[in-house]
């Protein structure tokens, strides 16, 4: 079993930056691969990005790329998403997730946080 509680969300103003954070406790978090995933207000949940066990891959959705970084700390079993140039449009509640493999987190992860807000306005 692996936890993961995210943190980091709020109201953040267009053109801002912010970090979330995911903290996992339980077995083995080095071995996972790790996601984020958002859902914004009346949408379904999309993937954001997955990062490998090693932190040596990532992949991200078409949407973010550029402006959103996945990284990882094993040593703190802590997963990270810097998103820049926020958007209104980037509005949603921020997921961590948790699988086997890199390919597997970003389609169906085994293991969910429960979400962090994150508002984009002005």
């Known amino acids: 079993q692996v936890q993961l509680v995210e943190s980091g969300g709020g109201l953040v103003q267009p053109g801002g930056s912010l970090r979330l954070s995911c903290a996992a406790s339980g077995r083995s978090f080095s071995t996972y691969a790790m996601g984020w995933f958002r859902q914004a207000p009346g949408s379904e949940r999309e993937f954001v990005a997955a990062?490998?066990?090693?932190?040596?891959?990532?992949i991200y959705a078409d949407s973010v790329k550029g402006r959103f970084t996945i990284a990882r700390d094993n040593a703190k079993n802590t997963v990270y998403q810097q998103i820049n140039s926020l958007k209104p449009d980037d509005t949603a509640v921020y997921y961590c997730?948790?699988?086997?493999?890199?390919?597997?987190?970003?389609?169906?992860?085994?293991?969910w946080g429960q979400g962090t807000h994150v508002t984009v306005s002005s």
């Open positions: 997730a948790a699988a086997a493999g890199i390919v597997v987190v970003a389609a169906t992860p085994l293991y």
């Open positions: 990062i490998s066990w090693s932190g040596g891959d990532t």
